[in-house]
């Protein structure tokens, strides 16, 4: 019974330190792009409690029926995170597809995250608030939004990550049905229009010179069996390549699920801490 004791003890206390090493807040900022407030969760290293240093920032983006807790509680992040000294975002943005929609009103979630979260985080917390101090990263639709927002908003980033990105939108809302096309609907329109075509990463990546670009981070589950979401990655890529844009390609077992999300998520964190450890 003592020796039950004992490891019972020596377990609480580990869990513990490990949760002492992060601090997992819960805000929410007054969007003018949604009139309406919206929450976030906050990750804080460790140190930021114990220095007056500045640290850099990851935006990390839900996927479809998502919400900002999928990070914290379906994947090892906080364990993760107590390696490193990256202040963490996880935005609420619903079934937006991180877009400003052309037929809602009150639903400009690209501006909110733009516009209204980054600025307000800035102002709020002690992180870099310059291109080299933001990274934005995300799965499936949030995957598409970082690589999306990497490439209209290059001078703001300087990494973007995405994890089984839903770039083949355009493939579901012809093939799919229910809410995911009512979602696409409600933040593309129901006609190919220029609005399309600004948040189509195909044309944007077209329209783009290498210069000055965020360096990608994409992957992908070999076995991810979502219509056309492999290939929509694989051709994202051959059009990096064409265009000489700075970019890695991770082509993994694995398919469109929480267990490739934190593999992923663990080999990304690392990726960012030797890329920032080279680069400054």
Same mark, same amino acid.
């Given at each position: 019974m003592r020796l039950k004791k004992f490891f019972l003890t020596i377990?609480?206390?580990?869990? =513990?330190t490990l949760i002492s090493q992060v601090k997992v807040v819960l805000d929410s900022v007054f969007s003018p792009s949604l009139n309406s407030f919206k929450h976030f969760h906050i990750v804080l290293p460790e140190n930021y409690f114990k220095t007056e240093e500045r640290f850099i920032t990851i935006y990390l983006l839900h *996927?479809?029926? *998502?919400?900002?807790?999928?990070? #914290?509680?379906?994947?090892?992040? /906080?364990?993760y995170l107590k390696n490193y000294n990256f202040v963490i975002i996880t935005p609420?943005?619903?079934?937006?597809?991180?877009?400003?929609?052309?037929?809602?009103?009150? $639903?400009?979630?690209?501006?909110? #995250?733009?516009?209204?979260?980054?600025?307000?985080?800035?102002k709020k917390y $002690?992180? #870099?608030?310059? $291109?080299? *101090?933001? #990274?934005i990263a995300g799965l499936s639709m949030g995957g598409y939004g970082a690589i999306k927002f990497a490439l209209k908003y290059p001078s703001m980033f300087f990494l973007a990550g995405s994890f089984s990105g839903a770039f083949n939108w355009e493939q579901i809302f012809e093939r799919g049905q229910? =809410? /995911?096309v009512q979602s696409l609907k409600d933040a593309f *329109?129901?006609?190919?229009?220029?609005?399309w075509d600004r948040n189509d990463v195909f044309v944007l990546v077209d329209s783009l010179a290498s210069i000055n670009l965020p360096y990608l981070y994409i992957s992908v589950g070999k076995d991810d069996n979502i219509a056309g979401l492999l290939e929509s990655n694989r051709k994202l890529v051959?059009?990096?390549q064409k265009k000489n844009i700075n970019y890695e390609y991770h082509e993994l077992p694995g398919s469109h699920t929480w267990s490739f999300w934190d593999m992923e998520i663990k080999n990304f964190l690392r990726r960012v801490s030797e890329i920032n450890n080279s680069t400054w």
């Open positions: 377990l609480i206390l580990t869990t =513990q *996927g479809y029926t *998502g919400n900002h807790y999928d990070w #914290i509680n379906k994947t090892s992040l /906080i364990k609420e943005a619903d079934n937006s597809w991180y877009t400003n929609s052309p037929v809602l009103k009150n $639903r400009n979630y690209e501006d909110y #995250i733009v516009k209204d979260l980054i600025p307000y985080v800035e $002690r992180v #870099i608030s310059t $291109r080299h *101090g933001r #990274i229910g =809410q /995911i *329109g129901e006609k190919k229009t220029e609005h051959e059009k990096l």
